[in-house]
């Protein structure tokens, strides 16, 4: 039984869809202008895995992943290069989509333009402006009566005089409240024309909150099971999108939202405007994509992700473990056997919120079983599981040839090493890390003996 953290409620709820055995999911994708960064690559590999997983699961699933690809920008950008706006976005989409492929990263279902939705956009907000909702200021912009919605802030936990503290009406652009938010843009001068739409507002274009709403009930209907992005998108923008979508179709919007943790870097939030980021293709340079996938969903998705070189060294040094175990065998069909007590383990650990660093535990004891007993069955459950995640799904000498021999467990300081850490994680309840240690540990030949009293010794199996 699945149970999923909804943002909304911030708490697990049992998966219930609409329409059984469907699946409707909305994740909100990239602004095109730049190379994806490692925060972006985490959206794709996170909503990749949640689809996958849905989908052993016995749900049809119907996967949107939207590309904004105009705004204020994408617009600078391709005037600072001299260039078009469409040929500066399909540029950075094909990069985009040379990224998620390397990742392992299945295309969704459906890849929404914001450029192809105007249209809907217009009609949604002039729904809102005929339930009320919606207003020209005095700037000629339409934007939101955000006090008219009742309810605004019920994602991100924000009320309405807190947003407001502080805050000022600001004259010049004619806003009815501060905390109000655009809708249609007014052209200004010096924009490109292909960055306006006729409309009955006039010449302009969608502000960045409406586009989502539109692309995702024309493609979902104005109510679907569920919308995911990454943890900076739940206020403003998905907060933005419940108001827009409710006001104008009068019925719920989403039933579970959720939302994935930030990568950091240096205890900050890796991103653009820090100019702390790392690009995809930065990082592939210097390792595998299946080894940065495998970095990714060692994390449990909700938690914050710490990149670091030694971070990644360890993915690649435990998935090169895991590969090893293979080595040499002629594994029998892959598959997931659900009740074969491996699998059993892994579903239960994914069908509890996407516990992906519980399922990835199990797959270092079944490899540790391959190992001893070098069976082609249990070989073929150990690639029909991390198959389910987008892993181990090459051959593994291909694997072996091309990565940096792995330094191993081999040493006692460095077995007496992950012990340390293994403690460190057990004091700090962080149970899954330790129990990821242990497998690991066992995967390489090295069996923990817990004592009374907190310590632990160590045996080669």
Avoid at 61 to 77: A, P, Q, S
Avoid at 110 to 135: C, D, F
Wanted: net charge negative; charged share 25%; glycine share 8%.
């Amino acid at each position: 039984m699945l149970k999923i953290h909804n943002t909304l409620l911030r708490d697990k709820q049992v998966f219930a869809p609409i329409e059984p055995g469907l699946v409707r999911m909305y994740v909100c994708g990239m602004t095109v202008y730049d190379f994806c960064h490692l925060g972006h690559a985490r959206v794709l590999v996170v909503f990749d895995m949640v689809a996958r997983w849905l989908r052993a699961s016995g749900y049809q699933v119907v996967y949107v992943r939207n590309i904004t690809d105009i705004d204020d920008k994408i617009i600078r950008r391709a005037q600072e290069n001299g260039e078009s706006i469409q040929t500066l976005t399909d540029r950075y989409i094909a990069f985009m989509h040379e990224d998620a492929e390397a990742l392992g990263v299945q295309k969704p279902d459906h890849e929404p333009r914001a450029t192809q939705y105007v249209a809907a956009m217009q009609r949604l907000i002039g729904a809102l402006e005929k339930n009320g909702y919606a207003y020209v200021a005095a700037n000629r912009d339409v934007c939101y009566s955000v006090r008219k919605f009742e309810g605004y802030g019920r994602l991100s936990g924000k009320s309405l005089e807190d947003l407001r503290a502080g805050e000022r009406v600001d004259v010049m652009e004619g806003k009815h409240d501060p905390l109000d938010f655009v809708l249609w843009k007014h052209t200004k001068a010096g924009e490109p024309g292909e960055a306006k739409w006729d409309s009955p507002w006039g010449s302009g274009r969608p502000g960045w909150h409406i586009e989502c709403s539109a692309m995702s009930s024309e493609l979902l209907g104005p109510h679907f099971d569920i919308h995911g992005g990454g943890q900076d998108l739940q206020f403003p923008h998905h907060e933005n999108e419940i108001a827009q979508s409710e006001g104008a179709h009068g019925c719920r919007f989403v039933n579970y939202w959720m939302h994935n943790g930030f990568v950091r870097v240096d205890e900050e939030k890796m991103s653009k405007s820090l100019g702390n980021f790392f690009t995809i293709r930065e990082v592939l340079k210097q390792y595998d994509p299946e080894v940065v996938r495998f970095f990714i969903l060692r994390a449990h998705y909700r938690s914050p992700l710490n990149y670091s070189d030694a971070h990644l060294d360890d993915a690649r040094g435990a998935l090169t473990r895991l590969y090893t175990a293979l080595k040499g065998i002629a594994p029998e069909k892959a598959d997931t056997d659900w009740e074969e007590s491996h699998a059993a383990r892994f579903r239960a650990a994914m069908d509890d919120d996407f516990n992906t660093p519980e399922a990835i535990a199990v797959l270092f004891e079944l490899a540790n079983d391959v190992n001893r007993t070098r069976s082609a069955r249990l070989a073929g459950h150990l690639k029909g599981l991390a198959g389910v995640l987008g892993l181990l799904e090459r051959d593994p000498v291909i694997f072996l040839q091309a990565a940096p021999t792995a330094a191993g467990l081999t040493d006692a300081a460095a077995i007496e090493v992950r012990i340390v850490e293994r403690i460190a994680a057990k004091k700090a309840k962080d149970y899954a890390a330790a129990d990821r240690i242990r497998a690991e540990l066992l995967a390489d030949g090295v069996v923990l003996e817990d004592k009374p009293g907190g310590a632990t010794e160590w045996r080669r199996a």
